[in-house]
Nanobody, 123 residues
Framework: VQLVESGGGWVQPGGSLRLSCAASGFIFKNFGMSWWRQRPGEEREWVASITNTAADTNYADSVLGRFTISRDNVKNEVYLQMNSLKPEDSAAYFC?????????????????WGQGTQVTVSS
């Protein structure tokens, strides 16, 4: 499994960025995907999720109405469109794939992460 994020950078408050996560090494269309972010000294926090068919999306309250998660199951990519950015959105952003595998002791959960892309919102 490989996840590669891109699209981060510096933007002024109120601006927009579109993050991309290119996936490989697994059957992308079979898995839900999510975006997370992490500020220095803080724990990684969930931002948004999308089901495998894109039929359902969910967002953290802090980004609801400003961010949009989407995916392209032909290109094997997941996106995060970020609008009306605020300084508190500054963080490293990561995409994640979670895999559930039946095991002898029950369902095993495996999380796969990309290397992250940095977003900085400042004037």
């Amino acid at each position: 499994v490989q996840l590669v994020e891109s699209g981060g950078g510096w933007v002024q408050p109120g601006g927009s960025l579109r993050l991309s996560c290119a996936a490989s090494g697994f059957i992308f269309k079979n898995f839900g995907m999510s975006w997370w972010r992490q500020r220095p000294g803080e724990e990684r926090e969930w931002v948004a999720s999308i089901t495998n068919t894109a039929a359902d999306t969910n967002y953290a309250d802090s980004v609801l109405g400003r961010f949009t998660i989407s995916r392209d199951n032909v290109k094997n990519e997941v996106y995060l469109q970020m609008n009306s950015l605020k300084p508190e959105d500054s963080a490293a952003y990561f995409c994640r794939m979670r895999q559930h595998v039946p095991g002898p002791d029950g369902m095993q959960v495996y999380d796969y992460w990309g290397q992250g892309t940095q977003v900085t919102v400042s004037s």
